[in-house]
């Protein structure tokens, strides 16, 4: 694996991404996940209006080109995740991964999101780079800080579960990303058009699966 050649096409995202909101009105919100059988990848999207309502679902098959390895994951995602956006119509895009809180500033969504030219954020399980201070509750984010600069926020977006943690991918700023995760919880740890993503993608693998 050539580290260095694959840190430079990083460099190339980080230096094009946008951290401020550009956007218009977001009537539709697109969430994207992947999930995995063998060497291929099942990608789901989604689409919804501001209500939360599904308008639109896709799902894709890509063959999967390259290992997981920490902080290069969008070389293995980046295939699943354009064929399941393409062709839908969407103001904004949530994905299942990091955005700017990352070491070179290039997670998932930035790179999907420069690569598409389109406003994105990253929803991570995990925090990949940056710190937190203290324990986000219910109703107080916590600032994701790297030498003085905000990331993104650590969320917990339900009592008793774990927080999630938002950072920005392109055309959006850290609070803009937080407020917009905000305003698609349904209850759930994920908001909603990452959490249907997910079940989109995995409905989609075990069809792969049955039919292997």
Known sequence: MDTKR????????????RIEDDYGPLDRIAGVDVAYSGDRCAGGAVVL???????????????????????????RELG?????????????????????AHPRRAGLATHVGVVLDRPTVGVAKGLLWGRVE???????PLPITCRG??????VRTRKGT??????????VSPEGALELVLSCLKGYRLPEPVRLAHILAGRA???LLKND
């Open 80 to 100: 699943g995740v354009l064929r399941a956006v393409k062709g839908l119509d969407f103001d904004m895009l949530l994905l299942d991964g990091q955005g700017v």
């Open 149 to 154: 600069q905000t990331l993104g926020y650590a």
């Open 162 to 171: 774990k927080p999630v943690f938002v950072s920005p991918g392109h055309r």
């Open 205 to 207: 693998r075990d069809e």
């Open 49 to 75: 209006d501001r209500a939360m309502r599904v308008l639109e679902e896709r799902t894709a098959i890509a063959r999967v080109r390259f290992p997981y390895v920490p902080t290069y994951l969008t070389f």
């Open 6 to 17: 694959l840190e430079a096409v990083q460099a190339w995202v980080a230096e094009r991404a």
């Open 134 to 140: 203290g324990e986000p509750e219910v109703g107080r």
